[in-house]
């Protein structure tokens, strides 16, 4: 009875596992650009900004929330940052600790992106 119930425990987990399991992917990288997206207005006071950085082979931009106060002095072209990738969700830190929840715009492979041809 206890190996049955055991047997049956084990299965459920094993099976549970991938599941709660996520595609979350994190690490250090540099950030490759930051520019503003959008305007701000009576109701949008805060700039928007999209990030854009390579991890993985990918290249993914990503856009901070309407209502977040940033600086661009916070985050410097070239300068290393923490991210987080899950789905359509992402979280970019900079050296001194500023974190930022954000939401893929775009996800890019860089091996599909183009390099230059040689004139023939």
């Known amino acids: 009875m206890i ?5 049956a425990l084990l299965l459920v987990l ?3 596992l ?7 992917q994190t690490g250090t990288t540099s950030l490759k650009d930051f520019q503003p997206a959008g305007t701000t207005g009576k109701k949008h006071k805060h700039q928007q900004f999209d990030f854009t950085f390579i991890a993985a082979g990918t290249q ?3 856009r901070s929330p309407e209502g ?3 600086k661009a ?3 410097p072209v070239g300068s290393d940052i923490t991210y987080e990738v899950d789905k359509d969700k992402g979280k970019v830190k900079n050296a001194s600790g ?3 929840k954000c939401t893929m715009m ?4 860089v091996s599909d992106m183009a390099a230059p041809v040689a004139p023939k």
């Open 3 to 7: 190996r049955k119930l055991s047997a």
């Open 14 to 16: 094993t099976c549970a």
């Open 60 to 62: 993914y931009t990503c």
């Open 73 to 75: 002095t916070d985050f």
């Open 106 to 109: 775009r996800v890019e492979s």
């Open 18 to 24: 991938p599941a709660t399991a996520g595609s979350k």
């Open 98 to 100: 500023k974190e930022v």
């Open 68 to 70: 977040t106060k940033l």
